[in-house]
């Protein structure tokens, strides 16, 4: 028996892998020779590492008549803190949107368009896959209802699926800045990010400085522009031809000090995602200790272009990069989904899942989460494959189903904002 199971598997195994080096000559073949490897190449690992974060770093209680509940396992497990400095990797992300926002509006200006076509096409490539998995969500959430799922689960499964749109809206406010972006970076270089660095550093000594009992609840939100556009503004300078090594390196160098000494000297949490029951967060606004790990990402990343670029001439690295970059929004919009996917119906199902559903206290949990991370990159893979649309143009889509969609998505907005 084992020798024929040997049989059967080895030609399946040899099939894929030979399917799969066809389809990576094909994507060399079809790359064409100006393409950026290394921009796209991080822009993948900044991709990635969103689903992973969530992934890791969120967990599930049952309380209630089995209703699903956020957990983290940082608020037992605070050594896991470092792990989160790996995996918010969101100052590569804009310093890469940063870049390609300005070498794209350049081609497009040389192309005779305007400014306004340019930003136009920009936001619709961004706010299709949202208006897409929003308006599915709207139909879910009273068929889910009608199923018996307890209203807590629902109001759990909406902050995981809101979570990752947040970002959607900052980005298409920067972008929406890049021609002022790229007019400073011109004029000025990489020195116009730290004025945004100052002003987030203001803002922090406001809430949490001597007076901070006297500062309004809202200030933080100050710092959600300048925050995320520090990394953007980088990204534009690198675009322009005004961050070169000397300014990584200083960026990498001056970066890692601030770090420290935030975490050190002035005590700032050390995780950079919220963890429930801590009064100060990192991310939500962004703090100084934000910018200050997205300044040791961009150094090091334009450091190691070159290396990432050679790195990645090789077909079977590249075609996975293609793939993860060519699929972005659906990645960004529908991972929460994929592990939604797993723990609802498990929850139904009542009592605990090792690694699913269960208090995140101990390094066992941990041990059965990664073992759940095939599983949540299989569905998501399966949702991806029919919500990629989305991504693609609606051109073909009637009227009345655009606006359908877009009811849809401002149902689900409201109950979003309701219970978020």
């Keep these: 028996m084992p020798a024929e199971a040997t049989t059967v598997t080895r030609p399946a195994a040899q099939s894929l892998t030979h399917r799969f080096r066809t389809a990576a000559r094909h994507i060399e073949k079809h790359t064409p020779e100006h393409r950026d490897r290394a921009v796209d190449g991080l822009r993948a690992l900044a ?33 896991l803190a470092p792990l989160s400095w790996v995996l918010q990797l969101l100052g590569i992300f804009f310093l890469v949107g940063g870049y ?7 081609r497009s200006q040389e ?26 969500w709207a139909v879910l959430l ?20 809101v979570q990752p749109l947040w970002f959607v809206g900052i980005y298409a406010c920067v972008t929406a800045l890049t021609p002022y972006c790229a007019r400073a970076a011109r004029r000025w270089g990489a020195w116009t990010a730290l004025p945004l660095m100052g002003a ?40 322009e031809g005004r961050l070169r090594r000397r300014g990584a390196l200083v960026l ?3 970066g890692t000090v601030l770090f420290a000494v935030l975490v050190l000297v002035f005590g700032y949490p050390a995780s950079m995602v919220g963890v429930p029951g801590e009064t100060r967060t990192n991310a939500h606004p962004p703090s100084l200790l934000v910018l200050a790990l997205a300044a040791v990402q961009c150094g090091a990343a334009v450091l190691l272009r070159d290396r990432i670029a050679r790195v990645l001439r090789r077909p079977a690295l590249w075609a996975p990069v293609v793939v993860v970059n060519l699929s972005a929004m659906t990645i960004l919009c529908w991972h929460q ?43 998501l893979v399966a949702l991806g494959s029919v919500t990629r649309r989305f991504e ?22 409201l109950y979003a904002v309701a219970v978020v």
């Design 337 to 379: 989904t994929a592990m939604l996917a797993a723990a609802v119906p498990a929850s139904r199902a009542g009592g605990t899942v090792a690694g699913l559903i269960g208090a995140p206290d101990s390094p066992g949990w941990v041990l059965a989460r990664l073992a759940w991370l095939p599983v949540f990159a299989g569905v």
């Design 392 to 413: 693609t143009s609606w051109r073909g889509t009637g009227r009345a189903a655009r606006a359908l969609a877009g009811a849809l998505a401002a149902a689900f907005a």
């Design 142 to 161: 009273p068929v889910l209802a009608l199923l018996g799922v307890p209203g807590a689960t629902l109001r759990t499964a909406a902050v995981l699926v």
């Design 111 to 136: 192309r005779g368009g305007t400014t306004g076509q340019w930003l136009r096409g920009r936001l619709v490539r961004l706010g299709r896959p949202v208006l897409g998995v929003t308006a599915v």
């Design 47 to 79: 991709l990635l590492a969103v689903p992973l974060g969530h992934w890791l770093l969120g967990g599930f209680t049952v309380r209630g008549g089995g209703a699903l509940h956020n957990a983290s396992p940082l608020s037992a497990l605070g050594f």
């Design 100 to 106: 390609s926002s300005v070498l794209s509006l350049r």
């Design 200 to 239: 987030v550093a203001v803002v922090d000594v406001l809430r949490y400085g001597p007076y901070a009992e006297q500062v309004p609840s809202w200030t933080g939100l100050l710092n959600l522009l300048p925050g995320w556009l520090f990394a953007y503004q980088l990204g534009v300078c690198w675009g």
């Design 252 to 254: 990498l160098a001056g």
